[in-house]
């Protein structure tokens, strides 16, 4: 039998891989529900912006290059994360943009490389999901999937379909969290200004419940809740549109 | 001014303990923010402006060789005089011989980027000559002889109960019990103190927000007046600018007037926006007996063609700076130069060098508002990596840094062996953090110290794939 479901090479992310797996799973189950064939290529590790932001041009590239190897023969890329999939989808083909043999191979790539939520709701169609999660969210937009690939409306418009949840906006929602990769240990008192803003912002809300896109981001803002006494409970949007609600929050253990 | 720029970690560190300066960058966060979002939704065309300004400017770039001279063409033919002066130093010793020959004690001046820039208060009071600056802000610091901590708005730092003990202390001459209190207060007591000041400078010295090739005129925009009198008042005007601050017409400067002051402080327009277009002509009712541009380059021609040379497009609205979330945690004195924030980042080490200033680019996310928010549409995230690049190419990245990232870069090109040393290390973080995060972990006192750290759940998401999905690589949803 032939599976004419359109494949979906799914990059994992290093964070995701590492930390949280769960939010690999919810992914592959959204995407299974929005009619897609998943696989996940073994020849992954990371996107390469740890090198890319160091300055690492000849690292990145080599990271690059079997990403695209990889992920090339999938009709789409997606990845739980506005950051990972900003980067193959605008800095790949900027990388290699004077390469003529790389060049061409990294725009397509990047042509069909989304992030998970929108290419959800852009690319795949879905307007809602039939999952329930009583409580009041609030929703931080990650700054690469809001400012490089335009993710603002659709997580909100299928949070709001969530059966039981309320949103809860916080102020400076588009404010980063002062995350930044390797930024926040080379900078951590800085850092530590930003995300301090942000729990502020977050308790302001009112939410109990605080998800984004990133898993960066929430393990920022989820452990200076934690260390702040903070009860916000702390996800990846992918886990609540998934319903995992049987999974501890970021950064809390089962019976936690 | 002395850089500190290599001092930016110890800087910002004091920075964000400082209690006062926090509650200063309060009004910055708001303000700013919210009347910029104001003025652009006001603006149906603010976005076709944005890329008419940007396209004024790269065009300008592009023949910047042209339009140099024949602004010198149409300046000279108004009676004006340019000094073209490539460092810092020609540029002091050129505004200091005209002062010489003018006779000053006493100069008043506009507020002047290019004016810290080449630090020429300092030199000015070396030989003698006392700088009076006129804009309110700028008064404020030089009385507590601090640097700008923001491109327009130079005294954002500091609260108005500081500036109500600095007037005490420095205006001696005025009663003792008199009311401070209110910021309106403050600005008639700066009017009364300068006024005088204006009368006596032989000399007033401004900057430029534009220089217009095809009549000669220099233009600021200013919404306190200020720049108005020191440049009418005295027998001399200086205008002291960078070559990056050309445009060719008078049309173009208006389209670059729309975004300016709605980008900088949410206003449609300054208060007041001054053309001068050389020295007093008989029958003029005011105005300079003498007009000198003082045209500074400073290593921007050296930008020109380079990965920075979008970052001449500047027109120093400070909208970057005014959204940028690690300026509202450090203010601008932190940067440790003229120039703070991303534009800052961007700029300071083009003019001050990598060496010196190679924390400014290192010190962002990448969030990318400023690009979002900056008028002239200048890539300020993109240049910040290129800088990192030179940085990380010249082998200034610090040692243990450049091994880590070789490691780990090396581990990241070898899918297998990176797969079972990751399966091995957070399956152990998984056991070890039972609790679900941890408050301390070796190696990791950067982001400890400040928030707990998450507990991986357990395996990796590729050896759990692997058990649910049999083969590496496995597909989902089973039957084919």
Redesign the interface.
Known sequence: ?T?D?PSVGLF?TCL???????V??AA?EL??QAGC??????????C?Q????????A?TK??AE?VIAAFEPYDYVVAPSGSCGAMIKDHYPALFADDPALGPRAQALGDKTHELISFLTDVRGLEAVAVTWPGGATYHDS??GL??LGVKAQPRRLLESVAGLELKEMADS???C????T?????????????E?KADTIEASGADLLLAGDLGCL??M???L??RGSGVQVRHVAEVLAGKRDL?A????RG? | MRSTAHAFTENAKRAVEDPQLKRAMGHVRKGFIEKRAKARARLPEFEALRDAGREIKDHTLAHLDFYLEHYEKTLTAAGGRLHWCATAEEARAAILEICRQAGARTVTKGKSMIGEEIAINDHLEANGITPVETDLGEYIIQLRREPPSHIIAPAVHLTKDLVEADFRAHHKQLPEGRSLSEPAELVAEARQVLRQRYLEAEVGITGANFLVAETGSSVIVTNEGNGDLTQCLPKVHIVVASIEKLVPTLEDLNVLLRVLARSATGQEMSTYTTLSTGPRRPGDPDGPEAYHVVLLDNGRSAMIGSEFHEALRCIRCGACMNHCPVYHAIGGHAYGWVYPGPIGSVLNPGLIGIEEAHHLPNASTFCGRCESVCPMRIPLPRMMRHWREKEFERHLTPASVRTGLTLWAALARRPRLYQALTRIGSALLGRLGKRGRFESLPLAGGWTRFRDMPAPEGPTFQSLWAEQRGTPGGTSGGKR
């Open positions: 039998m599976d479901r994992v995701v891989d590492l930390f949280r797996p769960s690999g799973f592959v995407l299974e064939r998943v696989e996940v290529p073994r020849a992954q590790t990371c390469g740890p090198a890319y932001n160091s300055g690492d041009r690292d080599a990271i079997q700054c690469s400012r490089e588009e404010v980063c002062g995350f930044g990769g930024f926040c240990v080379k900078y951590p008192e800085i850092s530590n200004s930003m995300v803003q393990l920022n989820a452990g200076k934690k260390r501890p970021i950064g809390e253990s936690s």
